[in-house]
């Protein structure tokens, strides 16, 4: 396969149809982007799912952030495959069907904890869920339930195949944004061999590898929206207004770039290895916080920017869409519950320039 090039997929993707780019993706290889060559992947690393999910959430939210938390799980599977054979062969057929990993962890029960799980592991693990996205379109679930069998109770994975699952829409959630996406409340039944379990605690793998690839991936569909914020905003102060309110209007265009730069100095600073492993839960948490509120305030001072036809349903300047989508980053995980998460550790980690 030859080696992804950023800016020839960002050129492709601009020509593609919003409601194709799904299809392009799996026709193209791209869902595997992060996986190792060995696992069937493109081995690319995680700056190129950066880049792509950037590019795909310029042109929709609901392509953004389903490519952004498909790939998480993939990488997160790939990750932490270890020596089981069963996993290995799991992905492999998994790519090669061109379908999705959904992530089954939130419950009515837990809410936003993903450190928690009221679901047991068991032949036929039962599992109600507040939300799932794009469940008709996975071939797989990564599963959070509590391993009871030691001494211990302990959080773990397991990855389940869609055909072996018995699936229940118990109501389908119709949301403010990101509304190309199915997202509803399911009642799972899950059936899967022991080796369907991944061997390392649910809690090694989140740290290690799922927490960083969400937030990374979250906050590069972020920054693409608020991208297309931006480029709407300049399109209608450039077409739409007289040269003397133009101008102020581009200053203050150029003060919002200060904050995209800002979102994005915060992804490429996560995307080097931090120093110890609590200065990197730290810097994460805070891409999450602050790179979601950033996106919110960008995203709204452009409303305010284009007025009226801004404000509009539809039309060449609306923001109606990218409005309702960039809402749902500081609820993906509330802001406040990783705030308190952050604040606890904070007395370990030293940030320093
Ligand atoms: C578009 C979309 C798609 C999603 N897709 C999936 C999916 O595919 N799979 C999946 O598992 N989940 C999914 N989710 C769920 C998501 O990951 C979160 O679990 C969910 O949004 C959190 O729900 P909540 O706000 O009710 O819960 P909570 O996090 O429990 O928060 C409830 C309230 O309590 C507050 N709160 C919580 N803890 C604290 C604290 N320590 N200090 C102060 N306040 C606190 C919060 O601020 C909030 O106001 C999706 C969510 C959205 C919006």
């Not at 799932?132 to 379109?137: C, R």
């Not at 018995?166 to 109501?171: M, N």
């Not at 995307?271 to 805070?286: D, K, Q, Y």
């Not at 509330?334 to 705030?339: E, K, S, V």
Request: glycine share 6%.
């Amino acid at each position: 396969m030859s080696p992804l090039k950023s800016v020839d997929i960002a050129r492709q993707i601009a020509e593609v149809p919003t409601g194709h780019l799904m299809d392009f993706l799996a026709e193209s290889d791209l869902l595997a982007l992060t996986v190792p060559l060995p696992l069937g992947g493109r081995g690319a690393p995680m700056a190129d799912g950066v880049a792509l999910t950037f590019d795909l959430a310029r042109r929709s939210g609901s392509v953004g952030l389903t490519y952004a938390m498909h790939l998480a799980q993939i990488h997160t599977w790939a990750a932490h495959v270890g020596g089981s054979a069963y996993l290995a062969d799991e992905l492999r057929a998994l790519i090669a069907s061109g379908k999705l990993v959904a992530s089954v962890v939130s419950e009515p029960g837990t809410g936003g904890n993903i450190h928690k799980a009221t679901a047991v592991l068991a032949e036929g693990l039962q599992k109600d869920t507040s939300n799932t996205s794009y469940v008709p379109q996975a071939g797989a679930f990564l599963v959070t339930a509590m391993d009871d069998s030691g001494p211990k109770p302990v959080q773990r994975m397991v990855m389940v195949r869609a055909d072996q699952t018995q699936a229940t829409e118990k109501q389908r959630n119709f949301m403010m944004g990101m509304n190309a996406i199915h997202n509803a409340a399911w009642s799972f039944t899950f059936r899967y061999p022991p080796e369907a379990v991944f061997a390392e605690p649910f809690a090694t793998i989140a740290s290690a590898t799922m927490t960083a690839a969400t937030h990374l991936l979250w906050a590069a569909m972020w920054s693409g929206l608020a991208a297309r914020a931006l480029d709407t905003a300049q399109r209608y102060a450039k077409q739409e207004l007289p040269p003397d309110i133009a101008a102020p209007v581009m200053t203050r265009l150029s003060e919002l770039r200060n904050r995209h730069y800002t979102l994005n100095a915060l992804i490429r600073d996560n995307l080097r290895p931090a120093i110890t492993p609590f200065a990197a839960a730290a810097a994460i948490n805070r891409l999450k916080i602050t790179g979601s509120e950033i996106a919110c305030e960008i995203t709204l001072a452009c409303l305010t920017i284009t007025g009226l036809r801004g404000y509009a349903e539809s039309g060449p300047y609306s923001l109606a869409e990218v409005v309702r989508d960039v809402l749902s980053g500081p609820l993906m995980v509330a802001n406040a519950r990783l705030q308190a998460n952050t604040a606890g550790i904070d007395r370990y980690s030293d940030d320093r320039p």
